[in-house]
């Protein structure tokens, strides 16, 4: 989007306002395209600039689908006012033919079906017309890039002013009467000046309707009613409603416009005014207005890529949606297959479930009937009871007799017991250790050297490299193996590696070389094992000492 503040590219402004509204001039606007004259270039692929210029009275439409155009122009139609932006008018059923083409909701009543064809090249203005509705500039340009505007139809552009009450769009243009400080008070100008307009514009209009050369400088004076004060208007780039605080579109201010003469004096200041102490005007004469849309041929260049990189990415951006929709379906058809295989498979378990309860119904009567021939059984067994509880007391007393023949063997069998328990507990660690070993196992690769062991032995000694290692503190990275590679001599490694496991050295198990033990040393220092560096000194003094 072109800002509206490159006002050094700016055109000379057409004098004529119709309704209260800037219109571009004709002669403006013979060389370019509407879609330029509207502050956007229709979109076409590169080099396309010079073929398009041709046509100032329509422009290139692009076909985007309904979908894309409503999710880009859904937020745009809803802008806020913002003091400065730029609003465009538009007849209010083309534009209510459009929400019904793209699918956006209308607050009009007699607009609720979806149209089924584009709306057509934009209309702003029509005799039988009885409604206007106005879009932001950035949605206006969109839709020129996309429809094009109608034959015999121009861009009406109106700028939003805060007022007191609030920022609103001006639609009526306040009358300026233009004079010179100098002059009789017949002679002056009524001009029609937009109250965003900046000081520096209405300065340049006013030289040039009083013919003042550009070697001549000047400043402006102005009050905002007849009988306000006049007042300073020497900083160019302001506003002329901000300075004069102007709340009205009836408002007729008066401006002077002071000039410099040869001599360096300045001719004619208003009556009663008093020059301020920096009498010094700040910055440039603007020679366009406001409302005169420039586009330059790089202007034009960057709008076609701009806009030619909107169109790619809007067509990926429908084109992935798609393919969304596409893979939605997809998942829906699959879910519906689960859902319908689970309906069998519950169907199929309910027709199971129909005949458990069948088999259960049978069940429940041939246990009926077991019942009924267990209570004819209770009745054969109470007799029998009696007759056993005499064969049971004879028997007690035999029993006894045996019981306590069968204590004393038990009292022997029980020390036997307790010695075997022992032995099985001690044999039922050593497997719960080997347990542990088999379900840690460790694979260490020292100096090209494979060794197999477990976590359990290698981090015995708490204070070792080892322990310190396997810890869960620091992040191992093994080989594609699965070894943990050491990068010490594996030649003496066993002997650590049983050191661990026995805890401690056992008499015969090192070879009768001091170099070895030398060796060992070393690395029992490195693997940080305090004890067996301990050990191995001993050796190593006391080998020192009786050689």
């Not at 007799?401 to 660690?429: G, T």
């Amino acid at each position: 989007m072109l800002p509206s503040t490159l006002t050094t590219f700016h055109r000379q402004a057409h004098s004529e306002r119709r309704f209260g509204m800037s219109l571009p001039s004709s002669n403006s606007t013979s060389g370019l395209p509407v879609a330029a004259v509207a502050g956007v270039r229709a979109s076409s692929p590169p080099g396309a600039a010079a073929a398009n210029s041709a046509h100032p009275t329509s422009a290139t439409t692009v076909t985007f689908p309904p979908d894309s155009q409503k999710s880009v122009l859904e937020h745009l139609l809803d802008r806020p006012l913002v003091e400065g932006d730029f609003w465009y008018v538009i007849v209010a059923e083309w534009l209510e033919q459009l929400k019904k083409f793209v699918g956006i909701n209308s607050s009009r009543k007699y607009y609720n079906q979806r149209a089924l064809s584009p709306p057509g090249p934009i209309v702003t203005r029509r005799d039988y017309a009885h409604t206007v509705d106005v879009v932001h500039e950035d949605a206006w340009r969109l839709l020129v890039q996309w429809y094009g505007i109608a034959d015999g139809n121009k861009a009406m552009k109106l700028v939003v002013y805060k007022y007191a009450r609030g920022p609103e769009i001006e639609h009526n243009i306040n009358s300026f009467k233009v004079m010179l400080s100098s002059s009789p008070p017949e002679d002056f100008h009524i001009v029609r000046f937009s109250k965003m307009e900046k000081v520096g514009y209405i300065e340049f209009r006013a030289r040039q309707l009083y013919a003042i050369p550009k070697s001549q400088e000047s400043r402006l004076w102005a009050k905002a009613e007849a009988d306000a004060e006049w007042r300073p208007l020497f900083c160019r780039d302001k506003s002329i409603g901000v300075v004069l605080d102007m709340d009205s579109d009836f408002t007729r201010p008066v401006v002077a416009l002071e000039t410099l003469d040869s001599e360096g004096k300045w001719l004619g200041s208003p009556d009663s005014t008093e020059v301020p102490e920096d009498s010094k005007v700040h910055g440039y004469l603007i020679e366009n207005s406001m409302f005169d849309d420039v586009t330059t041929p790089w202007e034009l260049d960057i709008h076609e890529q701009i806009d030619y990189i909107g169109k790619t990415f809007l067509e990926k951006l429908h084109g992935n949606f798609n393919i969304f929709v596409q893979r939605a379906k997809d998942y829906i058809e699959a879910r519906e297959a689960q859902l319908r295989e689970r309906e069998r498979q519950v169907c199929s378990r309910e027709s199971v479930t129909e005949r458990l309860a069948t088999r259960l119904e049978l069940k429940e009567l041939r246990l009926n009937e077991e019942v009924a021939r267990c209570e004819d059984k209770i009745k054969e067994y109470e007799s029998r009871r009696l007759e056993l509880e005499s064969q049971f007391q004879e028997r007690q007393l035999e029993a006894e007799n045996k019981l306590a023949e069968l204590e004393s063997d038990l009292q022997l069998r029980q020390e036997e017991f307790e010695v075997e328990k022992m032995r099985f507990q001690e044999e039922l660690k050593r497997m719960s250790d080997l347990c542990k070993v088999q379900e840690n196992r460790i694979k260490l690769d020292i100096g090209g050297n494979l060794f197999t062991t477990s976590l359990l032995t290698l981090t015995k000694d708490p204070n070792s490299m080892f322990a310190a290692m396997f810890s869960g503190r620091h992040d191992l990275k093994t080989e594609p193996d699965g070894s943990f590679f050491i990068d010490r001599d594996g030649t003496h490694f066993r002997y650590v590696l049983n050191y661990l496991r026995d805890g401690c050295i056992r008499e015969g198990t090192l070879p009768p070389s001091d170099t070895t033990w030398r060796e060992l040393l070393t690395e029992a220092e490195f693997y940080q094992l305090d004890e067996l560096a301990s050990f191995l000194k001993e050796l190593i003094s006391k080998k020192d000492s009786e050689g």
